[in-house]
């Protein structure tokens, strides 16, 4: 009870504190002799700004998260020269062909991409079907082969890695004998 009281104080000191600093920066910026209008303006534009790049480092920090998880799954492959590769920003779409790199286990990957952004899906299929995956349905694509980090990056440059998932299928059932025949398939016609 006391500490939900002492709790509750701190946070609207701390978000006066905060108010009073977005308040004095604004001031600060609008210069000597602005109005209140423009003192608003100024203000809205600083919150419209820290909201923006909260949400940017939400989603890094999303990217960051998932390429860990894929990475300790082993479902991608990370060389030294995408650790060095550097962002730049999407001017057309990258590559689809990526190196490959054989796995262990089967992996699919399904994917729910927009119909508006139906560009980017064939770039997906593209780049899957380079990567030496093969169509189990529209949206539903299974292979061998590690997935490469460099892929996982370039999704999120095009934002779409939010509708992509990436299984790793450890113990198939009745879907091994499908599974085996569609990757044998894809390997006597590549």
């Not at 920090?61 to 590769?85: C, F, G, M």
Request: glycine share 6%.
């Amino acid at each position: 009870m006391r500490g939900d009281y002492l709790f509750s104080v701190l946070k609207s000191v701390g978000e006066g504190l905060d108010s009073f600093v977005v308040l004095s920066e604004a001031v600060l910026t609008a210069g000597y002799g602005a109005t209140g209008k423009r003192i608003d303006y100024e203000v809205s534009k600083i919150k419209k700004q820290r909201t923006v790049s909260a949400l940017e480092r939400k989603r890094k920090q999303r990217l960051s998260s998932v390429l860990w998880k894929l990475k300790r799954d082993k479902l991608i492959e990370v060389n030294p020269e995408t650790r060095a590769e550097k962002r730049f920003p999407l001017c057309h779409y990258p590559s689809p062909t990526y190196k490959t790199f054989r796995g262990k286990t089967v992996k699919i990957v399904l994917f729910d991409i927009k119909e508006k952004e139906r560009a980017k899906r064939i770039w997906l299929c593209s780049a899957l079907k380079n990567l030496g995956f093969r169509m189990l349905q529209k949206s539903a694509w299974a292979g061998e082969n590690m997935i490469p980090k460099r892929l996982i990056l370039d999704l999120d440059k095009l934002e779409i890695l939010g509708d992509v998932e990436i299984l790793e299928v450890l113990k198939p059932g009745s879907l091994k004998e499908n599974l085996r025949e569609i990757i044998d398939r894809s390997s006597k016609t590549s």
